[in-house]
């Protein structure tokens, strides 16, 4: 079987997309599978790719490609199935960083669009293919303002989340890479790390990391409780390029380690995980992915 099929998260985003989905779908003659809960996804897209699907269309957020993601690699079926991207979250972060900013242009790249082969992320048994970012806590992302996204990006789930703790314990963590350059080998204490395969973490928003690379964008940032955070003009100095608190590196495979004894969140593509210990590595040109002409294979 050949064709393409749009694995469809209804409750995306406003939730108010079904008509304009569904009647797109239907002009191209795409099939469409609708998830009901959590991890729908995952087995919709898995049995699209076994059933012989060429395209799989992730309908939904960030968290919906994530799922949708794993599904096709769990039916071993990366190297046949080729990912498509419908923005309809609250974020869509990875369909900006391919180049794809509406349903009508995400339909127009799955017709006539360029198909790109990036690299995916692995956190344990866990693929992702945008970010996995450790020490943000989830009640930063709803607490966080438009604006704040806008100016500063994921690290603005940074600031609210210092913001809003009184007392913030930070991470006692030891990154070490698997490869020869050991740029990336850093220990101490840190607020968070933000490890980028689809995404760059710069004070000017959401930039498109290399995607075809094989490395990983890394981010420090290191203790900064004894800082007024209030003070945007103090936030903006700690999170300008040259700020001593930030540490940047890159690498094709590193493991973090927590020296406390509880876990630490990870948030892969916006799913959460928990581990003591992670080794994250890169599956270099993994996935296929149909991309809009926003889209740059290098953008360094």
Known sequence: MSGTVLIYNPRSGSGDHGDAVRERAAAHE???????????????????AETGYETIV???GDGTINEVIRGIDQADALDSVTLGVLPLGTGNNFAQQLGITDIDTAFDVLADGERRRID????????????CVAGLTAESSSETSPAMKDR???????????????????????????????????????????IG???????????????EDGLLDIVVIKDVSTLDLMSDRITERLLGSDSEHIIRSKASSLT???????????????????????TIDVRPDT?????????DPDPE
């Open 58 to 60: 992730a309908a939904g």
């Open 120 to 131: 995916l992320g692995q956190a344990s048994d866990r693929p992702f293919v945008n970010s």
């Open 197 to 211: 395969n689809g995404r760059r973490f710069t004070t000017t928003g959401g930039e498109q990391a290399d995607m």
């Open 287 to 295: 996935l296929s992915v149909a991309v809009g002409d926003g889209y």
């Open 30 to 48: 795409y099939d469409i599978e609708e998830t009901e809960a959590a991890g729908d996804a995952v087995s919709l897209a898995e049995a699209a």
């Open 256 to 278: 973090i380690t927590n020296h406390d004894p509880s876990t630490v969140s990870f948030s892969l593509d916006g799913e959460i995980i928990s581990h003591r210990e992670l």
């Open 152 to 194: 500063l990006g994921v690290l603005a789930y940074v600031v609210t989340g210092l913001r809003s703790m009184s007392d913030f314990d930070s991470l006692r963590l030891t990154i070490d890479p698997a490869d020869d350059d050991q740029s990336a080998a850093w220990a101490g204490e840190a607020i968070c790390v933000l």
